[in-house]
């Protein structure tokens, strides 16, 4: 399994309310630093549960069958239950497309709380965890090293940063594309993360079958 095939897991990390948050900060009364408190967060979350998921996995291949490749397997079906469980809670997530009241306090946001919010939902939120322990969990079955994972957080950072971006790139017109992307990710980002859950889930039962 090649490292682009972890790429598209990025946008598991992001779909739904990770995504309209930074929508909603880039709406703001102070877009610019609530939003790039919100990006800091987000890396710092992704970085720390990344290299957290990463050192319980090979604590497991390491200490079963001396590092053997059947201990690699374990590795390969536990992110393949993780995948089964991520599918399992977007799917029951795709009914929920009024925002969490939570979210009104967004456009008044300021940066100490939006970099606590990015901290805290990238590293807590069930659909992240699944996602991180997911990625780790591969990198370390094939013995890649942590620092592979760095086209993944680059990847999920720019999919944070597209609000802001799309602000700092067209002003005010912005509003209305990001209002329309905020109305679709409610409504249909399960679906994307889904297909690609499943995607992935194929790659990794084929690493598992030709492994």
């Known amino acids: 399994m ?12 992001v779909a739904g309310p990770q995504l309209v948050s930074a929508l909603l900060l880039a709406t703001g009364k102070n877009p610019k630093p609530a939003s790039s408190a919100f990006l800091s967060g987000v890396a710092l979350a992704v970085v720390i549960g990344l290299s957290v998921a990463y050192w319980l996995a090979r604590l497991v291949i390491d200490s079963a069958s001396g590092g053997g490749g059947g201990a690699r397997r374990v590795v390969d079906w536990v992110v393949l239950a993780l995948l089964a469980i991520l599918a399992v809670l ?45 990625v780790a969990g591969t990198l370390a079955a094939q013995a890649r090293p942590l620092w592979h994972s760095a086209p993944f957080i680059l990847l999920t950072l720019l999919l944070v940063a597209l609000p802001l971006l799309m602000l700092l790139l067209l002003g005010d017109r912005a509003l209305a594309v990001q209002s329309r992307i905020r109305d679709w990710t409610n409504t249909h980002s399960w679906i994307v993360s889904e297909a690609v859950i499943l995607y992935f889930a194929a790659m990794t039962v084929s690493s598992i079958v030709t492994g």
């Open 90 to 134: 977007v799917y029951g997530r795709r009914t929920r497309t009024d925002p969490p009241r939570w979210m009104g306090t967004l456009q008044t946001a300021s940066p100490g709380f939006a970099f606590g919010l990015g901290f805290l939902l990238f590293l807590l939120m069930p659909t992240d965890i699944a996602t991180m322990f997911t």
């Open 2 to 13: 090649s490292l682009l095939t972890l790429l598209p897991m990025a946008v598991v990390m």
